[in-house]
């Protein structure tokens, strides 16, 4: 049984569906303005300005996907052993 394919959005590398998941992206469709003014005699004019966004899913694979989780998870980790040894450097000097 053949698996379909599809290239990731992040690394641009082919992979089965199957090593991938889906993710909603919200991208720019467009923009539109227009003008309009009171034909009755009146100096009111009114302009208007629209961003139109679509909803998009595609496809990333499990590499991508997860390499920024456990990245942040990294972060997090290093920030806290850098606290508790600033704490226990100043514990060490006020004593």
């Known amino acids: 049984m053949k698996i379909a394919q599809s290239t990731c959005v992040r690394c641009h590398g082919i992979f089965p569906r199957t090593e991938m998941t889906q993710i909603n992206v919200s ?3 467009g923009t539109s303005w227009g003008l309009s003014r009171n034909l009755k005699g009146g100096s009111t004019a009114r302009g208007s300005f629209r961003v139109y966004r679509r909803n998009k899913r595609v496809w990333v694979c ?3 996907g997860t390499g920024n989780r456990v990245n942040v998870g990294f972060a997090v980790y290093f920030y806290i052993f850098l606290a508790t040894m600033l704490i226990l450097s100043l514990a060490d000097y006020f004593k």
């Open 62 to 64: 499990n590499i991508c």
């Open 27 to 29: 991208e720019n469709a």
